[in-house]
């Protein structure tokens, strides 16, 4: 594993960090950073990290790494605190009144949405990202300090377990680098790498490592040798460029070796040598230069100059072969290109002054709220991990438009991202294209230096193919195509999710239960049965993942019966009063049955005091609603389902809880989730759920659920959330 040079003389105390910023080319607010330290330390104080050092050394490591950048001082200050809300007492209020409006947005930013018990770990995982690309939307510099924090983390990850350092790699390498790259920071990047891949396959990382160790002292000498030619044929440039050479990442040879499934010596570009000068004039100049030195291999030359990346880099690409018949690949940029490359977005901060972290009115930018509003538009949360993946991969085509203009897609994307990639409708309306004048199919990959030609219908009727959807690679094309069968075809999308869903159901012997299919939308965040359906009929829900949940909900729900068929065996006399006492716990009687398992719809959330009706479900015992559910007035004529509707009423008062669910519109602040929870706690309720959203029209949808004693204790509830200052609506689910 490579160690980074970033890594070398790393900060351990506050004297250390203070004689770094004191080194430093810019002027810092000493005092503030002085006064963000001794908050941190205070609040950290006791806490330890896995390794046993103290937990002020991380966040002083993450500090110290955004120095290297010249970061700004609240920059300076979130890194130091940027763990306090998250795992101390500290609160964003105080954070807020002592150091201001933005070091308060950057720490709640980098705060991780852990603390919020979600149904799964991957919807947490996919609401943290979520997270984060909101508060990247509104400053960037949350984002270059959470690459810190990941990176500091990744530098000390041998201290953790082997399934966690696993774990933690393959979220680097699946998130936070193709961030990094997309930032354009490509230090941060190539070392999350090169350590990820340490920790995901160490035999062929160390296979890699010893194949570049084993001629060390030739390879060395080979590229000083490069150097110096190339520094011999130039010295007409004035001032005198700089010349590095360099053997290439890790991960990057790794990668070629094992994915691309090449020998190690078919990969041209392990050694790299690299040429800075003043101006764009020079970089051609010197191109023709090596040129005429070296013999250039066709096909590897890139003019990333002309044609930059969507990170901004630029540079001038080519593989050549010298005397010695080893091949190399030759980097040449001006100054300020290189800057963009080694820092991306940080060089902002490194190399201009003044520069705020509101990032809203930069074009560049505006990748990060198109993908943060396709994330608000996909109704399967799993999908989101990997919408980001693909979106982000680091590995990009660039193709032309007729007129030419520039349109880059991930690498393995096809005509149908290219149309999109220009337009809604030019995607939605296309019949076919051509690539260098010659018709291809719609499947066709899209390679560097293609010239594209979308051909598109005029007929206003006109719109995608549902195939579109598996051939299709990027986030963006998929989406639009699931818009437009969603805005323009919701009928025919029922019809079409109800058949689909019916046969897999039938398929896999699980029987179509309204509840059941209620509590499948309620997961997927649809408000409604139909809601379910349509997303299945345009594709906007997996339908195999909704199989794959009941049936392990099912195998779950299967052992438990076992389990109660096995004591029922062994005496059934205790079987049947353990089952009366769960009834009088629940505080229901259901007319006629002594002998039952009770459990409330998710759909309704019955509460004492709510009138109510029994369902006597295949396998789970009877389920309770409430009389004017939606299901129990759609279902309830059903001849099928008929004399499955048993009475049902409440017990007397006793000390039993419920769970009730309450949904809360309000405005999107940093502090609402604090002012709710605090609220909650003021009424001595248990807090069992809470999950968040975010809206189109910019508010927040907040799901609560709290454990209470009945209708009294949610009133009181549900008016003292009422009375937070942004609260739009307070309303309990289910409610007719």
């Not at 690459?147 to 699946?174: I, Y």
């Not at 160790?213 to 060395?220: G, I, S």
């Not at 007729?402 to 149309?419: R, S, Y």
Request: net charge negative.
């Amino acid at each position: 594993m490579t160690s980074s040079s970033g890594a070398a003389g790393t900060v351990t105390t506050f004297e250390q960090l203070v004689e770094k910023i004191k080194a430093s080319e810019k002027a810092y607010d000493l005092n503030k950073i002085t006064q963000a330290y001794e908050v941190a330390e205070k609040a950290h104080a006791g806490q330890l990290r896995t390794s046993g050092d103290p937990y002020i050394t991380h966040p002083l490591a993450v500090a110290s790494i955004l120095l290297d950048y010249c970061m700004d001082t609240d920059t300076i200050c979130s890194a130091l605190l940027h763990d306090v809300v998250e795992d101390t007492e500290v609160t964003l209020d105080e954070l807020r009144k002592k150091f201001g409006d933005d070091v308060a947005l950057m720490v709640d930013g980098v705060t991780k949405i852990g603390l919020v018990p979600l149904n799964s770990k991957e919807e947490q995982h996919a609401e943290n990202i979520r997270k984060i690309l909101m508060a990247m939307s509104k400053d960037i510099r949350v984002i270059i300090i959470k690459l810190a924090d990941r990176l500091h983390n990744m530098r000390t990850l041998g201290a953790r377990p082997p399934h966690k350092q696993r774990k933690t790699s393959l979220e680097t390498m699946n998130f936070y680098a193709p961030i990094a790259h997309r930032l354009g920071m490509s230090d941060v990047k190539e070392e999350m790498e090169d350590i990820a891949i340490h920790y995901l396959d160490p035999y062929g990382c160390k296979e890699v490592e010893e194949q570049i160790a084993l001629h060390k002292e030739e390879r060395d000498a080979f590229i000083d040798s490069i150097k110096k030619r190339i520094r011999e044929r130039i010295t007409d440039i004035k001032p005198e460029p700089i010349i590095e050479g360099r053997v290439k990442s890790i991960y990057s040879i790794y990668k070629k070796v094992y994915v691309k499934n090449k020998r190690f010596d078919e990969i041209y570009d392990i050694y790299a040598v690299r040429v800075i000068v003043q101006s764009v004039i020079e970089c051609y100049n010197v191109l023709g230069v090596i040129h005429d030195m070296f013999r250039p291999i066709p096909y590897r030359f890139k003019d990333y100059i002309a044609t930059p990346k969507p990170n901004r880099y630029q540079s001038l690409h080519t593989t050549v072969i010298g005397r010695e018949g080893i091949p190399f690949e030759v980097q040449i940029r001006t100054v300020e290109m290189h800057n963009t490359a080694q820092y991306g977005v940080a060089a902002h901060w490194k190399y201009k002054a003044g520069i705020s972290g509101n990032v809203s009115g930069e074009k560049r930018f505006d990748w990060i709220r198109q993908l943060l509003e396709r994330q608000q538009e996909a109704d399967d949360i799993e999908a989101i991990t990997d919408a980001i993946k693909t979106d982000l991969a680091p590995d990009e085509v660039f193709a032309f438009t007729p007129k030419g203009d520039v349109i880059a897609l991930p690498v393995g994307a096809t005509v149908i991202d290219f149309a999109y990639s220009i337009h809604t409708q030019v995607g939605n309306k296309m019949t076919g294209a051509k690539v260098g004048g010659r018709m291809v199919s719609f499947d066709y990959e899209v390679k560097t230096g293609d010239i594209v030609e979308i051909l598109t219908s005029g007929s206003p009727n006109y719109g995608p193919n549902r195939n579109w959807l598996e051939i299709a690679k990027t986030t963006e094309a998929k989406s639009k195509i699931r818009s437009w069968f969603k805005k323009e075809c919701r009928d025919e999308n029922i019809v079409r999710g109800r058949e689909e869903l019916e046969h897999e159901f039938k398929r896999n012997g699980i029987a179509v239960d309204p509840e059941l299919l209620q509590s499948v939308a309620q997961r997927q965040r649809l408000g409604s049965v139909e809601d379910l359906l349509a997303a299945i009929g345009y594709g906007g829900v997996s339908l195999s993942k909704i199989i794959q949940r009941i049936k392990e909900d099912q195998m779950r729900t299967h052992k438990e019966q076992q389990a109660v068929q096995t004591a029922a065996a062994a005496d059934p006399q205790e079987n049947i009063a353990e089952n009366n006492r769960r009834s009088r716990k629940k505080g229901i009687i259901v007319e006629g049955v002594d002998n039952c398992l009770v459990k409330f719809a998710q759909c309704c959330n019955p509460l004492p005091g709510d009138p109510i009706i029994g369902f006597v479900t295949r396998g789970f015992g009877v389920s309770i609603h409430k009389q004017d559910c939606i299901n129990v007035i759609n279902n309830m004529d059903n001849p099928d389902n008929k004399d499955r509707w048993i009475k049902a009423s409440w017990a007397g008062v006793d000390d039993s809880t419920y769970r009730a669910t309450i949904d809360v519109i309000a405005e999107d602040r940093i502090t609402i989730f604090a002012d709710i929870t605090t609220a909650i706690a003021a009424n001595h309720i248990p807090l069992h759920e809470l999950n968040a959203h975010h809206l189109k029209n910019g508010n927040t949808d907040l799901v609560v659920t709290v454990e209470i004693a009945g209708m009294e204790q949610l009133s009181n509830v549900m008016a003292r959330l009422q009375k937070i200052p942004g609260v739009i609506s307070v309303e309990r689910t289910g409610k007719q």
